[in-house]
């Protein structure tokens, strides 16, 4: 493939603040940022562990005022967007700040979008559909796994068709994103085990990526050594540090990956399993994750290798095929070790919605940048291998 044609873009964040201690500066960033008025967006469970509100008092020691909304739902819906939307605007916010994972920064991305471009926020599934800036964005992240604080992606369901839709747009990228492990040691082992398959996913695809560049590549190894070496830790034992801070900088490297050389047939397909069932995304991704590797293998055969020996894996001596294996079975005992449920059967996913979600995975934007091309068929061969694998 010639790329004398071609060009390559590299999004990412103004500010990122990482390290121990590092959310304490929220204040005074929003109020770089020029915000008086912020809608802090966020989800229950931020609000019952009582991390809102301290959030809540430190942007306002800053002199900003602050109104709590915390409809962001796991899978966010387009209707939670438009209930923000409401609640900025009554409270005639002039910034968002987003605290969780995921969920709530998708939510305030989607916010943002309909605040700054009117209409509703299924008009902007796609790439770059929005034509004018957000308000004022700042992401505190308390998850090592989804990276949607510092990438362009923004994902909402569509409540009438449960699909996922995939909304890609570089003016939905946080200003500022903060990750602070201090914010991530009371995530539990499971959600600590989902998200970070989460983010070795975001980097596997983005390294087989048919846009890869060396820029993305690079983060893309790091971020899969990182995740090799610390995701056991950090599901062992919230408590360490250590393990919370080298997972939150692999989340973001395989973030800075995927959101510039973009995803894979996994995403496409885990977007419909959390569409149809509400299934948490991460555990979508680690299931699928080896079953798609396997039928990708032939596309990009050195690329795996490369990836098996960032897992830790020895490939001396090995044909390139046998070493790209090995890449598989390492990914297969990494999600075993840390508690994914085998295969989708244990998710009580049906027989009879894979040709519907398969269709659906087809359309989605994720797949286009697979490497090895996919018939209908062959989607829900993958989808009935994880079934049972």
Known sequence: MSLANQTFGFFTPTVSLMGVGCAAQAG????????HRALLCTDAGMVKLGIAEKVKAQLE???????????????????????GVSVYKAAECDAIVTLGGGSAHDCGKGIGMVIGNGGNIRDYEGLDKTTKPMPPFLAINTTAGTAAEMTRFCIITNTDTHVKMALVDWRCTPNIAINDPLLMVDMPASLTAATGMDALTHAVEAYVSTIATPVTDACALKAI???????????????NIEARDKMAYAEYLAGMAFNNASLGYVHAMAHQLGGFYNLPHGVCNAVLLPEVCTFNLIAAVSRFGDIARALGENTDGLSPIAAGEKAIA?????????????????????????????????????????????????????????LVA
């Open 28 to 35: 005074p960033q929003a109020r770089a940022l020029g915000a």
């Open 61 to 83: 020691s800053a002199g900003i005022q602050v109104t709590v909304f915390a409809g962001a739902e796991p899978n966010p819906t387009d209707r939670n967007v438009h209930e």
């Open 225 to 239: 050594s990182l995740i090799a070496e610390w995701l056991r830790p950090a599901v062992a034992n919230g408590a």
């Open 330 to 386: 390492a990914i297969r005992r990494l999600a075993r070790d840390v508690g994914i449920p085998k295969n989708l059967t244990a998710l009580g996913v049906q027989e009879k919605d894979l040709e519907t979600m398969a269709v659906n995975a087809k359309k989605d934007a994720c797949q286009l940048t697979n490497p090895r091309t996919a018939t209908l068929e062959q989607v829900i061969g993958i989808y009935q291998v994880a």
